[in-house]
């Protein structure tokens, strides 16, 4: 798909989601401070299937005010009790893991958006509703995705994405597309280049999503996110929550449930890599 074709596409399903808020004072910050970036254009560019579309905010006032706006509107479809806060300049939604693990419980793994619409959403004519909600994002039905964990500029929330090739970016504020040289030669050639991210072990974990569709990773990549993976704290809980359902939401719910329920029945009890091997090995 060319760039006018791309652009095109990306404008209707703006157009569209906007269309679907009743709150005009939220209507009209999605529309003057968004940006879509991530797999959708790197999928449209090589005529693919998108599976979700990313959409992230230029400042806090529009990512809090979609974080509530959405959560309000989850909390009466779906009967929950998720919560918006502030914390150290992020905007995060306080959710009860041990809900939605039940609600999903049938389900291995999800890896895009698309699973976990048929997986939840029962009206499909229920356009745009939230469907899913995690700490650092949220899942609507009709293939969107509203990150929150990142606030900024194109340029500053890319400093936090793991590989190059989904960094070309569109902006709601000019409705243009914006690709780059290095993202562009990514696709072209189907090899991943990690970048860095706060999220190196579900980077690690995404690769074999990539694989399956016939990407290639040298080893260098891999020693990459083992480098940053090596820097962080996996034995802390709230740091390994955060690494295994971070962005990719769904990944591994049920490990932090045990360890969870593990800590309340033992106060003794110290998290190591032997129980964690147990209970991954349980669970999966």
């Not at 254009?41 to 005010?65: C, G, H, Q, R």
Request: proline share 2%; with cysteine; hydrophobic share 35%.
């Amino acid at each position: 798909m060319n760039r006018k074709a791309i652009k095109s596409v990306l404008q209707r399903k703006h157009n569209d989601l906007i269309n679907s808020i009743d709150d005009p004072v939220v209507k009209e910050l999605i529309d003057k401070n968004s940006i879509i970036t991530g797999g959708a254009i790197a999928s449209m560019l090589l005529n693919e299937p998108v599976n979700d579309y990313d959409y992230y905010f230029t400042n806090k006032e529009t990512a809090l005010a979609v974080a509530n706006y959405y959560s309000n509107l989850f909390n009466d479809l779906m009967n929950y009790n998720t919560e918006v806060v502030e914390e150290n300049n992020r905007v995060k939604i306080k959710v009860n893991y041990e809900e939605m693990t039940e609600q999903i419980s049938e389900l291995e793994e999800v890896e895009d958006g698309e699973a976990l619409e048929n997986t939840l959403t029962e009206n499909k004519d229920d356009k745009y509703k939230p469907i899913f909600i995690s700490e650092n994002a949220i899942t609507l039905s009709n293939k969107i995705q509203i990150v929150l964990r990142f606030y900024g500029s194109p340029e500053e929330i890319h400093s936090n994405y793991d590989f190059v090739h989904t960094t070309n970016y569109w902006t709601s504020k000019d409705k243009q597309l914006y690709l780059n040289k290095e993202a562009l030669e990514s696709l072209l050639s189907k090899h991943l280049i990690y970048k860095g991210s706060k999220y190196p072990l579900c980077s690690i974990i995404r690769t074999r999503k990539f694989i399956k569709r016939g990407w290639h990773i040298n080893a260098g990549q891999y020693v990459k996110m083992a480098l940053q993976l090596n820097e962080i704290d996996l034995f802390n809980i709230d740091t390994l929550r955060d690494q295994l359902v971070g962005v990719d939401a769904l990944y591994f719910m049920k490990v932090i449930d045990k360890i969870k329920e593990k800590q309340n029945n033992d106060l003794d009890f110290k998290l190591d890599t032997s129980y964690l091997i147990k209970i991954i090995d349980k669970i999966f």
